[in-house]
């Protein structure tokens, strides 16, 4: 079986934490900017050292299309802010005017019921006192938390654990980014 990680410039650890001291600063940034607003960041969840290629990019466009058209639905509008196109991956950071609620209750149906919203993260940020990015949990909506792609248990025990290899999370992933893209291509034929 063929993997869509197969390509891509390996990350280490150093880059993934200058990556995400980077997001975490463009987030705090952005809440001060816009304290009346609700900030989404969005990226993928990618295990392993490849973070960013040709697939994993359709895949954060295809999620991203449907993200938009989930607010669309919603009537929540969003002003996209910047997006990244890094070799740590894809990332997105938009500002909407809907209660951060709001924004998470809909960013967790995205997660759960997209094709591939599993491998999407999607903060809900506000600001809180003194500026700071505080992120909505599903926990603070109480919501049940995210379940593994491959065993369905609390995805959070499962990477703690690391109950799953990386090779078979990597294999999961290129299982169902081969299948959705599979199915899209079908639907356009017909």
Known sequence: MTTIFATGIPQDIPMVLANKDERAAVQRQLVRQYANATIVAAKLNIPGPVKANHQLSRVFKAGMMAWDLLLHTHEMQQTVMLTWDRATGMERFERLTADAASVKSLA???????????????DVLQAASGGQAIPLSRSDLVLPVRSCFICGRPAKECARSRRHSVADLQA???????TYFREIEETDAN
Request: hydrophobic share 40%.
């Open 108 to 122: 967790v149906q995205f997660e759960d019921n997209f094709s591939l919203g599993r491998f999407f993260d999607l």
């Open 172 to 178: 999961t992933i290129s299982q169902q980014v081969r």
